[in-house]
């Protein structure tokens, strides 16, 4: 019973997470974050933000690069599974990059473990391929980036 109590406590601090980021509120979110978090993207080349961190003050800057390359046009979370310490999220989202003017949408899951009542590890899965387009510039791929052409990679 107590398992399943601190699972809830561990979904109920990621849908915190969550609903600050929704609202901008970037400071409520990193408040919390265990101090030494690892906050993990697959490395795409040409996209500055992606890549691993360490600790609040790479993950804060994580999301200030972020926010300076690319604007949500949704971005929403589906499904909350979490199992001891680890909590998974499934979700969808839909970004215009900046630079370019492309759009891009990929289904996501983010792996989270919570330590000591904080988020203390991220680990995102999504489409790199189609974000990769939609950052290459104009002409270079950008019928790629909305789905069409030639067949896709892998996900991530």
């Known amino acids: 019973m107590e398992r399943i109590m601190n699972e809830q ?16 509120d970037i400071q409520r979110l990193i408040g919390l974050l265990a101090q030494d978090i690892e906050w993990e993207l697959p490395e795409v080349e040409g996209i500055p933000f992606t890549g691993k961190r360490r ?7 994580f999301f200030r690069v972020m926010a300076e390359c690319q604007e949500p046009r949704e971005f929403r979370p589906d499904q909350f599974i979490g199992q001891g310490d680890q909590v998974i ?17 990929s289904d ?3 792996v989270f473990r919570v330590a000591g009542g904080k988020i203390a590890s991220f680990k995102e899965y999504d489409d790199t ?5 939609a950052y290459r510039p ?18 991530h």
């Open 89 to 105: 999220v499934l979700g969808h989202g839909t970004f215009t990059v900046k630079a370019t003017g492309a759009e891009f949408s």
């Open 55 to 61: 600790g609040v003050d790479q993950v804060a800057d």
């Open 138 to 155: 104009q002409g270079a791929g950008a019928g790629a980036a909305a789905g069409k052409g030639a067949a896709r990679p892998a996900i």
């Open 129 to 133: 391929y189609r974000a990769a387009q």
């Open 9 to 24: 406590a561990n979904i109920g601090l990621l849908k915190q997470a969550y609903d600050a980021y929704d609202k901008g």
């Open 108 to 110: 996501w899951c983010h």
